[in-house]
Every structure is written in structure tokens, then in C-alpha cells.
């Protein structure tokens, strides 16, 4: 928070945003931590939710850290064929069949414009059994894909993707430390987030008065945000929701995010 700003004031804003978050119908998640002063607090952060397109995160790491061990390479191309092809979010399923892309096309649409063709055609690559066992590795017990994108059958017998607020959280925390494969990686991977396109929830009221890399996530009755907020003294800030009122949840993303800038300023 602002150096400036009491204990008391800080704690109030702390019990407001509970507040907020406690009278929200729906599974609710949050958690921010001060990436320069390590002040951290949550509300059911570690409750699993279903995914949505946050799953995209992992996908990216495990993408990383394969190109780190040189057994994916970013210029290789992969061919969009019309069977590949998956609705809503992304640019690719509107291009012509046959377009041919670079692996790095692929991860940079899944993050910037959440294109649902690329993370499946990653995911096909990359193996969920490795995305898991990476997830694993770096400590992860609630995170975990275990099917692809717009699979209606296996969604149809309850097979999910899962996150925690808190886990993405400590993701991007490592990201921003650099510790997350290399501070190479880390770099890279914050750059592309940097790039997000979907902006309506966390920065909606902040653009211009911070930096933020983030992911967001929808479908019927869910929406998340992920990120970085590059305010005076960074931090990061994790909205998860399953089963709630969108609009109104996403208003409250809005309000909270700018309340803890406005503590900075």
C-alpha cells in the first residue's frame, strides 16, 4: 500500500474488499499478494474452480519449458486444418484452412487474444500427462488439465479443468521474480501476458495508471482474472468465480483492482 497510508486505513481496505467479495452469490475466489512488501490476503483462495481459459497459463509454461530443453522450437510450423478448428475466443478458426503458423504464433494467441484453436493444438502437442507433471513439480495441488478446450462429451461426463486463485498467484509471482524455468522465461512470458487484448475486468478503470499482464477466463456462469498489476509497488491479484452473477462479479474485479491502486497513489 501507499507508504503513507496507516495500518488502520489498510486494514479497512482489506475488510471492504472481503466484504465485497463475501456478499457475492456463486464460488468466489480471491487472492492478492504485495510483490515488494509480501502483505498478502485471499478469500477461499484455495477453493478449486473450474478453469475456463486460465488453464492457458499452464499451457504456456509447459511450452516454455520445453523450448528451454530444446525439444519444441519456436519457428516450427504447424498447419490449421479445418478440423482443428473450435469456436468463439481466438483469430485462427476465422482464417482460411491450411494457414500455416509458427509454434510462437500459437502461444502468443492463446494468451493475447485467448484463441482456443492454438491451446488445443499446444495441448495436443505438449501432452496434458507433462502439463500435470510440471504443474506437480512447481508445487501445484489443486491445478490440473484434463481435457482439451469445447470437449462436450468428456464436460458431459463432469471431466474438468481446474485452477485456485492462489496457484495462479504463485505462478505469476514466480514469473515476476524470474524463477518460473528461467528469468529469460519469465521475461518472455510476462511480455505476451503484458499483450492480453481482453481487458474489461482488471484494468478496466486502471488504463493508463499501470502495466498489467493478466488472463482472463469465461463460459456460462464463470469468469476470471489473473494477473500482475504493475502499481507503484506491483502486485498480484487473482479473481476466480464459478456459478455467479458475471456482470456482477466482473464490476467488482473493477472496483477492487482500482481500490488498491488508488492506496498507492
Known sequence: MHKNATRKEVLSVKEKILEQLKALNGKVSFYYKNLITGETFGFQEDMPLEAASVIKIPVLIEAFLRLREG??????????????????????????????????DLYTLMIIVSDNTAANLLIKHLGMENINATLRKLGLRHTKISRLLFDARQAALGIQNYISAGEMGMLLEKMYFGELISPEASLEMLRILKNQRLNGKIPF?????ADIAHKTGE???ITHDVGIVYAPQPFVIAFCG?????????????????LLVQMQS
Not at 242 to 258: F, H, K, L, S, W
Request: hydrophobic residues 30%; proline residues 3%.
Open 71 to 104: 525439444t519444441l522450437n519456436k519457428d516450427d510450423m504447424v498447419t490449421i486444418r479445418k478440423e482443428d478448428k473450435l469456436p468463439s475466443c481466438g483469430a485462427l478458426t476465422y482464417m482460411h484452412d491450411g494457414l500455416t503458423v509458427t509454434f510462437e
Open 205 to 209: 478503470f486502471i488504463h493508463g495508471k
Open 219 to 221: 463460459d456460462d456462469g
Open 242 to 258: 464459478n456459478g455467479v452473477e458475471v456482470p456482477v462479479y466482473e464490476r467488482c474485479m473493477q472496483d477492487i483492482t482500482a
